[in-house]
Each structure stands twice: as C-alpha cells, then as structure tokens.
C-alpha cells in the first residue's frame, strides 16, 4: 500500500485543535503571502512550495505534521510529497488559510497602508 494514502484532509478548525495538542504547522506559501497574512499560531514552520522538495527533510518525521496553503492545492501536492517519503502523520488542511480567516481563526496582518501614506511620511519629517 502507497503512503500516498495517508493523507488525511482536517479542516480549519479540527487543525487548530490538533495544533493546540502538539501537530507542527507547515505552510507552504511563499514569504510574500506569509508576510501579508500568516497563521497566528504557537508553532507554524514556513517552507515555500517553490523549495519544498529541498527542505523537506526539515520536517520532523515523528510530529503529527499539517500541511498548509493559501487554498489547500499546493498543500495537497506538498502532503502527498511528505507522505511518499516516510512521513506517516501527514494532513492536508482544507481550502487553507482562506477558510481559516473565513471561520474567524487567528491570523497576523499586515497592517495595510494608505496609498498615500508615503506622503504622510514626507509631511511629518517636516521642520
């Protein structure tokens, strides 16, 4: 039988609940994603899609692991990476962070700026 197999699909909510009992949160979104909105989580790890193969062996393999994406594609692909080579505790969280903030989970946000908060800025460093 494939490890493919073992990926299971947990959504937002059940997550945070087995992040709370010790699972390791991955999300596989780029910096630029994480930087405008990010899991706010105890312990999240952040290994881009676009490196994941690399570093997957960073990974613990004995953690209950999640996998996480902006819409749960990428992290579908990453589980089942995971998955084929040993990791035996892998979940897929469905429809990713997107769901998340939908269901009120907690999040980090960039705090957004004004399109004309540049000139703001040249207005106070003013003598």
Known sequence: ?????????????????????????????????????????????????????????EIPAERKVIIACHSGARSAMAARMLSSHGHGKVHNMQYGIARWEREGLPVKKKPSSSPFAWMLKLIRKQP
């Open 1 to 57: 039988m494939s490890r493919e197999n073992k990926v299971k699909e947990v959504t937002p909510a059940n997550a945070l609940s087995m992040i709370k009992q010790g699972a390791l949160l991955v999300d596989v979104r780029e910096t630029g994603e994480i930087e405008r909105n990010a899991f706010d989580v105890s312990e999240v790890m952040s290994v881009p899609m676009s490196r994941f193969q690399s570093r997957m062996q």
